[in-house]
């Protein structure tokens, strides 16, 4: 049973681009949040997809947008890039979010210049 | 808001040392925490849990309870292994269902 997945692992893009992150989510989970983790900080909660739909946001501007597919899988975008959002980008997927257990990818590391 | 705050490391102890790794939060009501764990290599992991004043949470050998009155949740193992050099972050999650984490604990056991 394959868990979490996500693509690419790492990535470097300048600024003002723009970049598309992508999560499969545990097999037989339907809700999938994304975090943000800068380098000696905890993750940040971006926002989290349930039914395609976005169902909770943290701080973030609107440029950190995200997409659900009809099978559970996910997709970060980050528009008009800055130094600021270079980070590990953590996917994590649940059944039931209820209890609180996430489980996560490895992660998308992105450097921006 | 909510808030979790977790010892600075990184903390280093031989092998068999006992571990406390504090952790305080702040929270509107009654919040679930968590402790989660990242071994190299590999994604967050969930290690323990509790849901209600008085639980204690435990899994591998680490406790961790939950204490209203001094907002705490402390992980502790009574003997540690090589094994369990990781980071360890404290969370919580309040009814709108967000998890919030700390900063992290770097764990480096000496054999």
């Known amino acids: 049973d394959a868990g979490v997945t996500q693509s690419p692992t790492h990535l470097i893009k300048t600024r003002g681009q723009q970049v598309t992150l992508r999560c499969s989510p545990k097999?037989?989970?339907?809700?999938v949040s994304w975090y943000q983790q800068a380098l000696g900080q905890g993750p940040q909660f971006i926002f989290q997809y349930y039914e395609e739909e976005e169902r909770q946001r943290g701080n973030f501007p609107d440029r950190f947008s995200g997409h659900q597919f009809p099978n559970y899988s996910s997709e970060l975008n980050v528009n008009a890039l800055l130094l600021g959002d270079s980070a590990l980008y953590l996917c994590a997927s649940s059944w039931d979010v209820n209890t609180g257990e996430l489980f996560f990818g490895e992660g998308s590391r992105l450097t921006v210049l | 808001g909510n808030s979790v705050t977790q010892m600075e490391g990184p903390v280093t102890l031989s092998e068999e040392a006992f571990l406390t790794i504090n952790c305080t939060y702040t929270a509107t009501g009654y919040p679930s925490l968590f402790w989660y764990v990242q071994y190299p290599g590999e994604g967050l992991q969930l290690l323990l849990k509790?849901?209600?004043?008085?639980d204690k949470g435990s899994n591998k050998g680490f406790e961790a309870t939950y204490r209203k009155e001094t907002t705490s949740f402390h992980l502790e193992k009574g003997s540690v292994q090589v094994s369990d050099s990781a980071v360890y972050f404290c969370a919580l999650m309040n009814r709108d269902d967000k998890i919030i984490f700390g900063k992290g604990t770097r764990l480096h056991i000496l054999p």
């Open positions: 509790a849901t209600k004043a008085d």
């Open positions: 097999s037989g989970h339907d809700t």
